[in-house]
């Protein structure tokens, strides 16, 4: 499925610059995840949202700044970035079922170069 | 805690062969669920496939199929009769469950080349 979509597909920011990634899915579901892939490390989960409501902050920086104003769209606010937080930004969402199978969806992800 | 590993930085394979991607898992949980996800160049994580900690049948999707030892804890991806278009970052991961939402922890991905 390709029900996740994100922007910008690429970003080139200053240290002192503020932006944004978007996040939208069209898949109906309740839950969204932020990760981060760096070259040379597995993927690592920033934030969870269930419902709108954060439920997970897998101890990131305060630059980075999470928000979902529903449970189909979900921002990343960045600001003073560091040129070590370069790297694919991932998005996912899920279905919330309790169910043995929860698939997480991903977005194509946005390359964030910081000089 | 759980742990995934993926033993092979990269492997090479010639085109219409089959392929075994290895991943093995650590964890204590009884109830747990395994995922292989697709990763091309554009960066999209694409979902293959899954198995279930209770599952008694080896999974399958197409040409992929998951080879499921639960003893060994092990959860190895076989593709079938590869293609060029095969060729890309697999990752295996498992699941675990923090206050009703699902988290997924990753392995560091296989790169495959599948070759004409």
């Known amino acids: ?115 | 805690a759980q742990k995934i590993t993926q033993t092979q930085p990269g492997m090479f394979v010639q085109e219409k062969e089959a392929v075994t991607l290895d991943c093995t898992y650590d964890t204590s949980d009884p109830s747990y669920g395994l995922f292989w996800y697709k990763q091309p160049s554009s960066g999209e994580m694409i979902f293959l496939i899954y198995q279930g900690s209770y599952d008694q049948q080896n999974a399958t999707e197409g040409r992929y199929s998951l080879n499921f030892q639960k003893a060994r804890k092990s959860a190895n991806l076989v593709i079938s009769a590869s293609q060029l278009g095969d060729s890309a970052m697999y990752f295996c991961a498992m699941r675990e469950v923090i206050q009703g939402a699902q988290k997924l922890v990753f392995g560091q991905g296989t790169r495959l080349t599948i070759n004409p």
């Open chain 1, 1 to 115: 499925e390709t029900g996740v979509t994100q922007t910008p597909r690429h970003l080139v920011m200053g240290m002192t610059n503020k932006k944004s990634l978007k996040c939208e899915q069209h898949l109906g579901h309740n839950a969204m995840y932020w990760y981060k892939q760096s070259a040379k490390k597995p993927l690592e989960l920033m934030f969870v949202y269930n419902f709108k409501e954060q439920t997970e902050n897998n101890s990131v920086p305060s630059r980075f700044s999470p928000e979902c104003p529903n449970s189909s769209h979900l921002f990343l606010h960045l600001h003073t970035l560091q040129p070590e937080d370069s790297a694919l930004y991932l998005c996912a969402s899920s279905q919330l079922s309790g169910g043995a199978q929860e698939t997480q969806y991903f977005g194509p992800g946005t390359r964030l170069l910081v000089l």
